[in-house]
């Protein structure tokens, strides 16, 4: 089996900072992508952050400038430093991930999401 378990989420005034965190446990062979959602009441699940196949981070562009996405790929972590949040940044926000499992088998995990909300 495989977890993802996400942290850091909580209230924040706009302007503050956050920091998520996403670890990932389990029958893990190798984690070949590592990605952060995001879903607002009403709206569709969007990518926030992940990193391409150079491994450069790509930012939706609404968070570009203010979020940084990074890895620590010997813990099997991926991190969102999310500052100068505002309101319209509130959101449930989830890591993804696409694991290869010690018995070879590939599959598409998520964590149970965590809460940031922005107050203005």
């Known amino acids: 089996q495989v977890q993802l378990v996400e942290s850091g989420g909580g209230l924040v005034q706009a302007g503050g900072s956050l920091r998520l965190s996403c670890a990932a446990s389990?029958?893990?062979?190798?984690?070949?992508?590592m990605r952060w959602y995001r879903q607002a009441p009403g709206k569709q699940r969007e990518l926030v952050a992940g990193?391409?196949?150079?491994?450069?981070?790509n930012y939706v562009d609404s968070v570009k400038g203010r979020f940084t996405i990074s890895g620590d790929n010997a813990k099997n972590m991926v991190y969102l430093q999310m500052n100068s949040l505002k309101p319209e940044d509130t959101a449930v926000y989830y890591c993804?991930?696409?694991?290869?499992?010690?018995?070879w088998g590939r599959g598409d995990y998520w964590g149970q999401g965590t809460q940031v909300t922005v107050s203005s």
């Open positions: 993804n991930a696409e694991i290869v499992r010690t018995n």
């Open positions: 389990g029958s893990i062979f190798r984690i070949n992508r």
């Open positions: 990193f391409n196949s150079a491994g450069t981070p």
